[in-house]
């Protein structure tokens, strides 16, 4: 199974940035789908972001388009997420996760990381 361990997370003031970065360990394939998931104190646990290790576009939540990029970088088994003009209400915990399926429900997910804590000041 594959392991994930994240990291990158910490205090930013509102329209800040921050990178997450997500390293893989373990078998992985190119068909795997690689995503985010952040979960607000209080709140389910939503979609952020998601694409394939091999060839593939990503999907992006409508609430962080413009604003949030994922990429990776395959030799290093890792992923990122580039995070601009955080907003105050975006304070959560992000996780990454994969699974054989590039959806946005978290139950289509097989291993997630352990979360890493972000919170955006006013």
């Known amino acids: 199974q594959v392991q994930l361990v994240e990291s990158g997370g910490g205090l930013v003031q509102a329209g800040g940035s921050l990178r997450l970065s997500c390293v893989a360990s373990g078998r992985t394939f190119l068909s795997d789908a690689m995503a985010w998931f952040r979960q607000a104190p209080g709140k389910e646990r939503e979609f952020v972001a998601a694409?394939?290790?091999?060839?593939?576009?990503?999907r992006y939540a409508d609430s962080v388009k413009g604003r949030f990029t994922f990429s990776k970088n395959n030799a290093e088994n890792t992923v990122y997420l580039q995070m601009n003009s955080l907003k105050p209400k975006e304070t959560a915990v992000y996780y990454c996760?994969?699974?054989?399926?590039?959806?946005?429900?978290?139950?289509?997910?097989?291993?997630w990381g352990q979360g890493t804590q972000v919170t955006v000041s006013s």
């Open positions: 996760a994969t699974g054989p399926r590039l959806v946005t429900t978290q139950e289509a997910y097989s291993s």
């Open positions: 694409t394939r290790w091999g060839a593939s576009p990503t």
